[in-house]
């Protein structure tokens, strides 16, 4: 049974930062790209950034281009992202899915919640 | 804005049928498969259809899944209280590099 397990999430700051994780389990986590989604609250599905399999290449939304870096260790079956320069507008819940070939988000981890604000 | 267009509501009564549209362009759901999301209340997005029409296991053969040029529909029989949810297009976008969803559309069972 796959399963992804967001953590980090919190209350932050505007122009503070944070590192989420996801760890993964019950899947060669090595042969997957993946891919993290937000959802700001009472709205819809955002796109954030992905990685391939072997991390070696790496997209983002042009909403936080510059201010997100996302990463993955194979040894440690994890994926991260380093948020940077929050803003208001980056409260979300933030969603790590593995991404399939075809584009779509096969499997999804419960979220974690991000809250900027002063 | 989303880059791909979605209703943003739809209703129908128990054992109706009802069809959700998603429109987009050429660089997406016209060069490829699109995917739908479906996501109770509270709860994280889950897969519904891959490759336009595909049923991952475990999703009733209730919904399904077609695509014609830049657009796409889910359908869903024999609509069930349970099926109360938000649903989301998405697609690959070839220019972008990136999925792109469509902006969701709230299902409610009347």
């Known amino acids: 049974q796959v399963q992804l397990v967001e953590s980090g999430g919190g209350l932050v700051k505007p122009g503070g930062s944070l590192r989420l994780s996801c760890a993964a389990s019950?899947?060669?986590?090595?042969?997957?790209?993946m891919s993290w989604i937000r959802q700001a609250p009472g709205k819809g599905l955002e796109w954030v950034s992905y990685?391939?399999?072997?991390?070696?290449?790496?997209n983002y939304a042009d909403s936080v281009k510059g201010r997100f870096t996302i990463s993955r260790d194979n040894a440690k079956n994890s994926v991260y992202l380093q948020i940077n320069s929050l803003r208001a507008e980056d409260t979300a819940v933030y969603y790590c899915?593995?991404?399939?070939?075809?584009?779509?988000?096969?499997?999804w981890g419960q979220g974690t919640l991000v809250t900027v604000s002063s | 804005q989303s880059v791909l267009t979605q209703p943003p509501s739809a209703s129908g009564t128990p054992g109706q049928r009802v069809t959700i549209s998603c429109f987009g362009g050429?660089?997406?759901?016209?060069?490829?498969?699109v995917n739908w999301y479906q996501q109770l209340p509270g709860t994280a997005p889950k897969l519904l259809i891959y490759?336009?029409?595909q049923r991952p296991s475990g999703v009733p053969d209730r919904f399904s899944g077609s695509k014609s040029g830049t657009s796409a529909s889910l359908a869903i029989s024999g609509l069930q209280s349970e099926d109360e949810a938000d649903y989301y297009c998405?697609?690959?976008?070839?220019?972008?590099?990136?999925?792109?969803f469509g902006g969701g559309t709230k299902l409610t069972v009347l």
């Open positions: 899915a593995s991404l399939g070939r075809t584009g779509d988000l096969d499997y």
């Open positions: 019950g899947l060669t986590f090595s042969d997957y790209y």
């Open positions: 990685i391939s399999s072997s991390g070696d290449y790496i």
């Open positions: 050429s660089s997406d759901i016209g060069g490829n498969p």
């Open positions: 490759l336009n029409t």
């Open positions: 998405a697609a690959w976008d070839d220019s972008l590099n990136v999925v792109v």
